[in-house]
C-alpha cells in the first residue's frame, strides 16, 4: 500500500491562498492535487465545484449552505455557537478576507472535466 505523500512545508511551495484552503477546506474536501487521496467521498471536490454556474456565489457564502452552519463561524456573520449546542468538530474560523482568499484560490482550480472520463465528449 503506498503511503500518501506529505504535503509541502514551506509556504513557497503552496500557491496564494492554497494553504489556507487545504487547512480549513481539505478537512472535507478534496482541493487541488496535493490532497487528491483526502476528504470525504461525498463532499464535492474544488474542481468539481468550479463547474457550479452559481460557484463564486455559493462560496462566498458557503457558511450558509449545510452542513457548514454546524461547525462554521465567520467573524461578524455568524453568530457564537449556542453553549447548549457547541459545533459537533472543531469548528472552522474565518474573517470574510480569509473566505474571499479561498474565493480568489478556487478561481485558479480549472473546472473537472466531467464527461471526458464517461467519452461523452
Known amino acids: 500500500m503506498a503511503l500518501l505523500a506529505p504535503l509541502p512545508a514551506s509556504a513557497e511551495e503552496y500557491a496564494p491562498g492554497e494553504k489556507l484552503t487545504m487547512i480549513n477546506c481539505g478537512r472535507c474536501h478534496v482541493v487541488s492535487d496535493k490532497d487528491r487521496m483526502a476528504g470525504i467521498g461525498s463532499t464535492p471536490s ?4 468550479r463547474t457550479w454556474d452559481n460557484w463564486e456565489d455559493k ?3 458557503f457558511w450558509t449552505y449545510r452542513p457548514h452552519p454546524a461547525f462554521t463561524q465567520v467573524e461578524g456573520m455568524t453568530a457564537p455557537f449556542p453553549e447548549s449546542r457547541p459545533s459537533p468538530i472543531h469548528p472552522i474560523q474565518l474573517t470574510l478576507a480569509e473566505v474571499e482568499t479561498i474565493v480568489e484560490y478556487a478561481r485558479t482550480i480549472e473546472p473537472a472535466d466531467l464527461g471526458a472520463d464517461l467519452g461523452l465528449k
Open 59 to 61: 462560496m462566498k457564502a
Open 46 to 49: 474544488f474542481a468539481v465545484i
